[in-house]
């Protein structure tokens, strides 16, 4: 069961239990969980609003347990989103399980929900300015969206990412290579950009972006820690 | 020097000499080539105007390595962008290299330009049936945007690519890990996808869609011949 759009049968429909019943009847199989994405944290703005989904995604979850209860089938419950995992709710303490989401590193997006704020977000793509362009009053960068990723289609203010203290610098454009900054206004100072300066950029969504590269290097306090290797799943 | 509107100074501006010189004239510094991305071939429709584009740009960077050996300059010369050395013209034969881009797997993008045709295309992406949605006439793929990308933005008829074998199918929208998939015209015939039958999804963008995985099964004549690990460069 999901109550996300994608996928699977409505709680609230006939078909949720007769399925349940369906697959824990089936000799081989074994029925884990119920499990409810609540994606329509996604349009909240603030814990206010995202608590009050978490809180009706956990009911109708939990409402579904006892039903699977009443007709002795027993298995976990769960929910997830980064957003309504950001902001529990008391009653998501009776759920076996949650799905935090990219809450490990949090992006731009779920600060403009109300997840966290853009200071929480622990993620950053190194890039180095590689061309001057002042005719058309642009950096040149060595980040294109093979670096990035297309996601959140540069519809923020500072388009593709945030660009780590420099918030009058918008991420235009980006080809596979390449990314052109540009300043949300003025003329840049191009004494500030010298090339081979790194820019550090604060990604939309990091599922995309962590998805474009196969290590991460985890530091803190300016020191390297490790390499991380993600399993891709396939 | 480039002639993509990305980057560089145009070879008919002196500027392009001056740059040329100042870096050849640096001690520690080699000039190693002259390179010339045709991006605008990407517009073109067919062998005939890829090729005029061609031949446009083998002779600026001809016609610029005579500037550079007027004063007493040898380096390289090359070109790029996949219609282009698809459909290659005379004169780049005089050219020291070209820049074939995606010639080793081609895509569906490149089959609209007419770089090739849709059977040339060597790359896949394999993904199962996963759910039945006839209330949406649809079927739920185990595909979605960290598999084949977002590159293309849906444009083309069957959506987000082609999927082999089954002309009247179009992938049209993706979440992170999940496809849909529904009928160009008419109900979709469920019995001819069970859960758990595979589909063949031909990419639009195949730099994009590679980006995505980080090993490569080659196979020929059904059998699997290896395993690529591409290099990332990063």
Request: a negative charge; hydrophobic letters at 35%.
């Amino acid at each position: 069961m999901m109550t996300l759009s994608s996928a699977g049968v409505l709680h609230s429909e006939p078909g949720a239990l007769q399925l349940a019943q369906a697959i824990a009847g089936t000799e081989g199989v074994e029925l884990t969980g119920v499990y409810a994405h609540c994606g329509n944290t996604y349009s909240c703005k603030g814990a206010e609003q995202i608590q009050a989904v978490a809180k009706e995604t956990t009911n109708f979850v939990l409402d579904f347990m006892e039903k699977l209860r009443a007709v002795d089938i027993t298995c976990k419950s769960s929910i997830g989103s980064t957003p309504s995992c950001s902001h529990p709710v008391k009653d998501m303490s009776k759920l076996d399980e949650v799905h935090p989401g990219n809450y490990v590193f949090y992006d731009v997006q779920q600060s403009t929900i109300g997840s966290c704020c853009l200071d929480d977000v622990a993620v950053r793509v190194l890039t180095r300015v590689i061309g001057h362009c002042p005719h058309r009053n642009q950096l040149l960068i060595d980040c294109g969206w093979s670096g990035i990723s297309l996601d959140g289609a540069g519809k923020l203010p500072t388009g593709y990412a945030v660009i780590e203290g420099h918030p009058n610098l918008k991420l235009l454009s980006m080809t596979q290579e390449h990314g052109r900054v540009e300043p949300i206004s003025g003329s840049l100072d191009y004494s500030k950009y010298p090339l081979g300066s790194l820019l550090t950029l604060i990604p939309y969504h990091s599922c995309a972006t962590t998805m474009m590269h196969p290590v991460y290097h985890v530091h803190s306090g300016g020191h390297l820690l490790g390499k991380w290797t993600p399993t891709r799943g396939w």
